[in-house]
């Protein structure tokens, strides 16, 4: 176990180096497979004036190797002004990676995940702040009138029910949103993180083992409360229904999956299919000719050279048209269907490249490969 520690710790450094400025928030956690989608759950009643909600995601644990859901709850911000920017996991190229929520005047990008109750993907329509007070939006927040008196009424469109709701940006299947240079500004500004309340709800449900993926498949006994740590609670509330089925496809430790069906099943590898051209990962490199004929072999290696400029020029020409075709889609603020269709789309085309590419290079291999010797291991276009 200590050795998968390690292993994490590594891969987490060479992550960050590669990670970009707009994702500066990410913290120190990598998981291999998906976390499950949100789970369906209605809203608590605002306890009280001030309290902000602070919908529920799922959660890491190293030490048991599983996520965990941390229910959503109202909570008091540590100042007047502040919002919320909630939690996210993000595909990186070869896992999942957490970026952790604060605290800011703004609400900065989260993903594209559809939380609920105001946190729809983009921004927070769920309350505003007023000359020092915050005001409730009725139409998305559950709120008792009879003891709150700061609200109104703004119509939103709340899909909250019937979207897809995956609960992690990029990669296969996941959520297809990108941060705006303005989002980009906000990640940048000074931020507080979690409040004292905030961590109390993740410690609690972190102990809780019925929160627990494994266990609860997707659909938590305690998907909300009304306050930080109140888990048992008469207000509680329970999930509806999973938010989607949940598989996790994790790597083959020589190890029984813990809450497995019968105890005894084993995890098999199962690379995700890459979803977009930026997803695909790197090319595996040339084994350096050595047929013992210097001018052959410099032959050779201009011939690989050849062909990896010719795929690098094909993989920025199909990446710029799948870039150019979802910036279309968000100028014209498409339906859903609309976009679930690109996203195959732009699937089925990534595939397509990736097959090919892996047919051009088995091909050359083979003319390479000299006379009287077996022929190469078939190369399926994916590092060893």
Not at 48 to 65: K, L, N, Q
Not at 88 to 96: A, I, L, M, R, V
Not at 157 to 168: A, D, H, L, P
Not at 229 to 254: H, K, M
Request: glycine share 10%; proline share 8%.
């Amino acid at each position: 176990m200590r050795s998968i520690g390690m292993i994490r710790v590594l891969l987490f450094i060479v992550l960050l180096v590669s990670l970009s400025t707009t994702s500066f928030a990410a913290v120190g956690i990598f998981v291999s497979f998906a976390p499950p989608p949100i789970p369906v759950y209605v809203q608590p009643v605002c306890p009280g004036e001030g309290f902000i909600w602070v919908p529920g995601y799922w959660a890491y644990g190293d030490d048991f190797d599983d996520y965990y859901w941390v229910p959503g709850t109202w909570v008091e911000p540590p100042q007047v002004g502040l919002l919320w920017t909630p939690p996210y996991w993000g595909w990186s190229g070869t896992g999942f990676v957490f970026y952790d929520g604060y605290w800011g005047p703004q609400v900065g990008f989260y993903g594209g995940i559809n939380y609920g109750f105001g946190y729809f993907g983009d921004g927070f329509v769920g309350g505003r702040w007023d000359r020092g007070r915050f005001f409730y939006n009725r139409s998305v927040t559950n709120i008792n009138t009879t003891v709150i008196h700061n609200v109104y009424n703004t119509t939103v469109i709340n899909n909250n029910t019937t979207v897809n709701r995956v609960s992690y940006n990029g990669g296969n299947g996941g959520v297809n949103a990108r941060p705006t240079r303005a989002q980009e500004s906000i990640a940048r500004e000074r931020h507080i993180d979690r409040v004292s309340a905030q961590s109390q709800q993740m410690q609690a449900a972190r102990n809780d083992s019925q929160l627990r993926a494994s266990v609860n498949r997707g659909k938590p006994e305690v998907a909300a409360t009304p306050k930080a740590g109140a888990f048992r609670d008469r207000e509680v509330v329970r999930a509806e229904r999973a938010g989607g089925d949940y598989r996790p496809e994790r790597p083959n430790r020589g190890e029984p999956r813990q809450g497995a069906p019968g105890g005894d099943v084993r995890d098999v590898p199962r690379p995700p299919a890459a979803g977009h051209v930026r997803d695909l990962p790197q090319r595996p490199q040339w084994e350096k000719p050595n047929t013992g004929n210097e001018k052959q072999d410099r032959r050779y290696q201009q011939q690989q050279e050849k062909l990896n400029s010719q795929q690098d020029k094909q993989q920025r020409k199909l990446e710029q048209q799948q870039e150019r075709e979802h910036q279309q889609m968000a100028r014209r603020r498409v339906d859903e269907p609309r976009k679930q269709q690109m996203e195959s789309r732009h699937q089925q085309q990534t595939q397509r490249l990736e097959q090919r590419q892996s047919q051009d290079r088995q091909r050359l291999q083979e003319r390479q490969q000299p006379r009287g010797q077996s022929k190469p291991p078939r190369d399926n276009g994916r590092p060893n």
